[in-house]
Nanobody, 117 residues
Framework: QVQLVESGGSLVQPGGSLRLSCAAS????????MRWYRQAPGKEREFVAY?????????NYADSVKGRFTISRDNAKNTVYLQMNSLKPEDTAVYYC?????????WGQGTQVTVSS
């Protein structure tokens, strides 16, 4: 069964850090372009970061998170991570993981990140 499961979301104070995980099962995430998106209440889903697959590890970030967030992958664990530092209240959202392949695309159920004092 193909599945993406995000975890690691929590309530954190401004300036704090969190690491989100996206565990893949039923397929090899190393062969997929892996992206993180987020959706804040009342707003559209927006791109956060991606990391290429199929032997590459090129990364790219939204301007709003550049320098604060880092996407990475552990192919042995079939897992992608999003390290989030210097968190701001405007980072509050549900964070989703997406696997984008040549013939298929998968989404996780999301994990809530709340940045508040």
């Amino acid at each position: 069964q193909v599945q993406l499961v995000e975890s690691g979301g929590s309530l954190v104070q401004p300036g704090g850090s969190l690491r989100l995980s996206c565990a893949a099962s039923g397929f090899s995430a190393s062969m997929y372009l892996m992206r993180w998106y987020r959706q804040a209440p009342g707003k559209e889903r927006e791109f956060v970061a991606y990391i290429t697959g199929d032997g590459g590890s090129f990364t790219n970030y939204a301007d709003s998170v550049k320098g604060r967030f880092t996407i990475s992958r552990d192919n042995a664990k079939n897992t992608v991570y999003l390290q989030m530092n210097s968190l701001k209240p405007e980072d509050t959202a549900v964070y989703y993981c997406n696997a984008d392949g040549a013939r298929s695309s998968y989404w996780g159920q999301g994990t809530q990140v709340t940045v508040s004092s």
